[in-house]
C-alpha cells in the first residue's frame, strides 16, 4: 500500500493542474479592487455560493500543489540533483500554496459575510483578495527557478533538459509585473507535464518483483 501511495504520487500534479484550470474558468470573476462598495456587496450576496466554492477548490488545489513539489523533491534528490536548488523549488511551491491560500481565505471571507459587515469592510476584502498578488508570484519565481536549475544542472538527466530551460522562463516571467499573471498558466502546465513524466519514469524505474524461492 504504502508503495503504491509513493508511486501516485506524482500524479497530485495533475489534480492540481485540473482543480486550478476549472476554477479559473468554471467561476465568474469577483470585483476589480477599484469597482464600488455597492458593487462589491451586490455581486458577492448573489454569489456568495459560488465563490465560497471556488475558495475551497482554491485550497484543495494548494494542498495537491504541495505534494507534487514533495514528489518532485524526492524524485529529484534520489537521481542526485542539487539539494539546496531542490530545496529551494520545494519552498518555493509551499511559498506559492500559502500565499493563494491566503487569498482563497480572504475570498471566503468576502463571500461568507457579504450583508452581515459594513460595506466599506466588505470592499476592503474584496481589494484584498483581488490586489495580493505579489507574494504568489514570488512563490512561483521561488519555485520555477529552484527546479529549473536542478534539472539544467543535474549531473544525471533526470528529467529533459528543455522542462528546465521552460521552468527558468516561468521563473522570469513571474517577477516582471506586466506579464506576470502568465506565469500561473507556466507553472500549471509545466506541473501536468512534470507530473505525467515522473510517474513514468517512477514507473520505468521501478526494481523488478524477485522470483519467489523454490525451497
Not at 12 to 33: H, K, N, W
Not at 146 to 157: C, D, M, Q, S, T
Not at 161 to 183: D, H, M, N, T, Y
Request: with cysteine; charged share 10%; glycine share 10%.
Amino acid at each position: 500500500m504504502r508503495g503504491q501511495l509513493s508511486r501516485l504520487a506524482p500524479l497530485s500534479g495533475v489534480v492540481f493542474a485540473v482543480l486550478f484550470l476549472i476554477l479559473f474558468f468554471a467561476f465568474p470573476d469577483s470585483p476589480d479592487s477599484d469597482a464600488s462598495a455597492a458593487k462589491v456587496v451586490s455581486f458577492f450576496t448573489d454569489h456568495g455560493d459560488s465563490q465560497s466554492a471556488l475558495a475551497f477548490m482554491l485550497w484543495y488545489a494548494m494542498l495537491f500543489a504541495v505534494f507534487f513539489g514533495a514528489a518532485l523533491r524526492s524524485y529529484l534528490r534520489r537521481r542526485g540533483g542539487s539539494d539546496g536548488l531542490i530545496a529551494l523549488g520545494f519552498l518555493g511551491m509551499g511559498f506559492f500554496a500559502l500565499a493563494t491560500s491566503i487569498l482563497g481565505g480572504f475570498l471566503f471571507a468576502a463571500a461568507d459575510v457579504p450583508t452581515k459587515i459594513s460595506p466599506a469592510a466588505e470592499q476592503a476584502l474584496n481589494v484584498l483578495q483581488d490586489d495580493l498578488f505579489a507574494p504568489v508570484f514570488v512563490g512561483v519565481a521561488l519555485c520555477m527557478i529552484g527546479n529549473g536549475l536542478a534539472i539544467v544542472l543535474a549531473e544525471v538527466k533526470a528529467l529533459p533538459r528543455w522542462l528546465g530551460w521552460v521552468a527558468l522562463l516561468i521563473g522570469l516571467v513571474a517577477i516582471v509585473p506586466p506579464v506576470s499573471f502568465f506565469s500561473l498558466f507556466g507553472l500549471v502546465g509545466w506541473a501536468l507535464i512534470v507530473s505525467v513524466l515522473v510517474y513514468l519514469r517512477e514507473g520505468e524505474s521501478a526494481p523488478a518483483a524477485a522470483p519467489a524461492g523454490t525451497g
